[in-house]
């Protein structure tokens, strides 16, 4: 497998202690960074991770949200990349991880293949714009009402994503 990027966002934090989480899993095989800083370096990748919380009603969170247009002018033909979303599933239950949904439509009309979808079972929530074929178009992580999970799910997640890469 060759190395990771991994590429995330964050305004309040959390986020980062999920991208500690994968840092900790991955060790060598990721590279890490922060969207503040720019999005250039997905270029120099043929596997990559995007990591989004969503805020308010499913919107993008502010780092990404700066690079979007940027984003949207990358080819992504010939890459894997996988997608991990944070939200909380009680308090925006009507737009959980809508965010997903904005990067997985961005990835799929730039030709990059999307890998790691994962089963809605033990969430809760009343509406869900990043489900396709019955499934989160990611891991989903919520790290307000399910944060004891988090470990578990990026572990098990990154065991079956993991062969997927090139």
Known sequence: MKKIGLFYGTTGGRTTGVVDEFDFNLRDDVE?????????????????????????FGELEAHWEAVIEDFKKIDLSGKTLALVGLGSQT???ESFVGALEVLYKIII??????????????????ECEAIVEGKFMGLVLDEENQDDMTPDRIYEWLEVIKSEFN
């Open 32 to 56: 890490i960074f922060d969207v503040a800083n720019g999005i250039e370096k997905i270029k120099e990748f043929e596997n990559l991770i995007l990591v989004t919380p969503s805020y308010g």
């Open 91 to 93: 308090t925006f239950g």
């Open 109 to 126: 009309k730039n030709g990059g293949k999307v890998i790691g979808l994962t089963s809605t079972d033990g969430y809760h929530f009343e």
